[in-house]
């Protein structure tokens, strides 16, 4: 397991942006720089679902259909951290969101991840 900490969850009206951080510390940062990461995120009573994925070189971006051309994942490897930008957020966006470290360095899908993080709540009024 990968310790991850994310933040910059929170509450913010619809139409609204926030960003997400994850950052990896002490021996485990190796780990995260050369694998991909990404985002998933689950909603009460539903799956988790995949949100975006990076690879270990900052390329490949993959996002989930509901939002596309509204959520930019992006990461700094010298920061060892990886960052989800927000926009344009609808209430149905409302989820606990999971970093989520890959064991690949190519991309990272569910069966992929090696480690996640402990979650952030995301909840966006409408």
């Known amino acids: 397991q990968v310790p991850l900490v994310e933040s910059g969850g929170g509450l913010v009206q619809a139409g609204g942006s926030l960003r997400l951080s994850c950052a990896a510390s002490?021996?485990?940062?190796?780990?995260?720089?050369?694998?991909?990461m990404g985002w998933f995120r689950q909603a009460p009573g539903k799956e988790r679902e995949f949100v975006a994925g990076?690879?270990?070189?900052?390329?490949?971006?993959q996002y989930g259909d509901s939002v596309k051309g509204r959520f930019t994942i992006s990461r700094d490897n010298a920061k060892n951290t990886v960052y989800l930008q927000m926009s344009s957020l609808e209430p149905e966006d409302t989820a606990v969101y999971y970093c989520?470290?890959?064991?690949?360095?190519?991309?990272?899908?569910?069966?992929?991840?090696?480690?996640w993080g402990q979650g952030t709540q995301v909840t966006v009024s409408s």
């Open positions: 990076i690879d270990w070189k900052g390329g490949n971006e």
């Open positions: 002490g021996r485990y940062v190796r780990t995260v720089s050369n694998n991909a």
């Open positions: 989520a470290v890959g064991r690949l360095s190519s991309a990272v899908v569910r069966s992929t991840v090696q480690s």
